[in-house]
């Protein structure tokens, strides 16, 4: 007998234009966003990261946010990636080791 595959509702918060567009995408494709996002999580668990890349983010960052970034996902306004570079700065620290890596700290506690 085959596993039964339970499965669980989910909410996302997503931009009304985005939502469209999106939904117009996915009947062109035949899909719907169950099926979309059921591929997408699928995919990036079996690579280990996002299933996509995200350099325009950066791109974005070095450039200037849009206000329709901003409008699309909070995290990536001003105030919030100023915050993050800040935090980073003070874990990097200057004259002490700053953050390690994972790997970094399985291989100290091996040494031990």
């Given at each position: 007998m085959a596993a039964e595959h339970q499965t669980?509702?989910?909410t996302v918060a997503l931009n009304k234009d985005l939502k469209a567009s999106g939904e117009e995408l996915l009947r062109g494709l035949g899909m719907n966003w169950s099926?979309?996002?059921n591929?997408?999580?699928s995919h990036s668990v079996q690579q280990g990261?996002?299933?996509?890349?995200?350099?325009?983010?950066?791109?974005?960052?070095g450039a200037g946010y849009s206000s329709e970034l901003e409008a699309q996902d909070p995290f990536f306004n001003r105030p919030t990636q100023a915050e993050i570079h800040e935090?980073?700065?003070e874990a990097q620290g200057e004259g002490d080791e700053g953050w390690i890596?994972?790997?970094m700290l399985k291989q100290r506690a091996a040494d031990v």
């Open positions: 669980v509702d989910i099926t979309a996002f591929a997408f999580i990261r996002l299933s996509f890349g995200i350099d325009h983010v950066a791109e974005a960052a935090r980073i700065a890596s994972y790997e």
